[in-house]
């Protein structure tokens, strides 16, 4: 109602005057965005609001807030090369719709990215982000694996000198006789069985826990090939994390991404809102000792239903 009285008030001006002043004033800031790098994912998103006094109420794909002034660009300044991002109408949760641009592309680690939106005017608003690595080939701590009293099976990881982690999964590879069957499995582990110690972030890995859905998906694939009752073993394990560097924070909630869009907050947005981010990601993966695959239950037949 606010925003309605002033501009009511301001078109009463304009008829006692040729000169009309337009109430909204954005400070230079044209555009809020979001997004990130994903090394994971193989179509790259960008989120985009226009900075206008029209809010961004999008019921139906015919409305005029539905057409956005707007082409995006990804520059990738280490090689140098540009890529056009495409804009998608994407219907959210509560059955608006909101402005996405998306493109398919390999994430490269240590690439400097330039994201750069463009109005029709020329106008641009831009951010910048690195891609974080890992300069190791092998950067893991890894204790042996410890069996409980209940026969439970558990292995701690370190994690020495490394960016923030965003995510971790733990990789394990189980094959079938005779090449019947062939699998990578991951299992994800929340940020939060996350400890640090001594300046190292440490997981302790639950790997019993872990065979019920590798058993699962196993159970699964094999039924859908119709294969007779087959053997399964482990035969390696791994992990895989996500890192991301000391200029961006972890965002783990959807309010976190929704208050990167307000004036004020922390932004490496120029000439807007919001922010433009990158992952790095590192995996490392070695042999299961058979002492190990037998502790965990392997081989493992699977009744084909």
């Known amino acids: 109602m606010r925003w309605t009285s002033i501009i009511v008030l301001a078109l009463v001006l304009t008829s006692c005057s040729d000169t ?19 090394p994971l994912e193989e179509i790259q998103q960008l989120r985009l609001i226009p900075i206008t006094r029209f809010p961004e109420d999008i019921i139906e794909p015919h409305e ?4 956005i002034d707007a082409k995006v660009y990804l520059r990738d300044l280490t090689i140098p090369r540009v890529e056009r991002w495409w804009p998608v109408l994407e219907e959210a949760e509560d059955g608006s719709y909101v402005h996405t641009y998306v493109d398919t592309m390999e994430v490269k680690a240590g690439h400097t990215y330039q994201i750069e939106i463009v109005r029709s005017d020329g106008i641009m608003t831009t951010a ?5 690595r890992v300069r190791t080939e092998t950067l893991l701590l890894r204790n042996g694996p410890v069996q409980l009293s209940d026969l439970s099976v558990f292995q701690e990881i370190g994690v020495p000198n490394t960016p923030e982690l965003w995510d971790m999964q733990v990789i394990y590879m189980v094959e079938g006789t005779g090449g019947s069957y062939s699998e990578r499995v991951m299992v994800a582990y929340d940020h939060d069985q996350l400890s640090s110690n001594d300046g190292v972030l440490r997981y302790n890995l639950s ?3 872990d065979q019920e859905p590798i058993q699962f998906k196993a159970q699964q694939r094999l039924n859908s090939l119709g ?11 791994g992990v895989r994390f996500r890192i991301i560097d000391d200029a961006w924070f972890p965002l783990f909630k959807k309010t976190d991404v929704l208050n990167l869009a307000q004036p004020g907050t922390f932004s490496n947005v120029e000439n807007g809102y919001g922010f433009f981010g990158s992952m790095g990601l590192y995996e490392e993966e070695w042999e299961v000792q058979p002492e190990l695959a037998n502790l965990l239950g392997y081989p493992l037949t699977i009744q084909v239903n």
């Open 227 to 237: 294969s007779a009752n087959t053997s399964i073993s482990l035969t390696a394990m």
């Open 128 to 132: 910048k982000t690195t891609v974080p």
């Open 20 to 38: 009309f002043l337009d109430p909204f004033d954005n400070e230079d800031k044209y555009y809020t965005i979001f997004g990130y790098l994903d």
């Open 207 to 209: 790997l019993t826990a």
């Open 64 to 67: 005029p807030q539905a057409v």
